[in-house]
């Protein structure tokens, strides 16, 4: 089991930048492919990103692509996720998650263990 902590979330003008934090424990990191989805009120969970277990492949959801880069050190147990050009639209609660699927996954059934989310909230 690995439990996963989020951290860097807060309020900050359009066009602004965050950087998410997802720090690991109990389980070796490298062993998960680490995904960030997040949740607007009143809407479905979204798929953001995900990274692979080496970090040599990521995919994003059409929403932040070309915004938001994902990437992780496996020797801090760390998965970022660098969100750029804010928009108010991606005022959300932002989780992280982890799975030992072999391949880059999109979905959030598919993801075993999840963090308790950081809010992000983006404002003009």
């Known amino acids: 089991q690995v439990q996963l902590v989020e951290s860097g979330g807060g309020l900050v003008q359009v066009g602004g930048s965050l950087r998410l934090s997802c720090v690991a424990s109990?389980?070796?990191?490298?062993?998960?492919?680490m995904g960030w989805f997040r949740q607007a009120p009143g809407k479905e969970r979204e798929f953001v990103g995900a990274i692979t277990r080496s970090g040599g492949s990521t995919s994003y959801g059409d929403s932040v692509k070309g915004r938001f880069t994902i990437s992780r050190d496996n020797a801090k147990n760390t998965a970022y996720l660098q969100m750029n050009s804010l928009k108010s639209e991606d005022t959300a609660v932002y989780y992280c998650a982890a799975d030992r699927s072999i391949g880059l996954v999109t979905t959030t059934s598919a993801y075993d263990y999840w963090g308790q989310g950081t809010q992000v909230t983006v404002s003009s």
């Open positions: 109990g389980r070796p990191f490298s062993l998960y492919i």
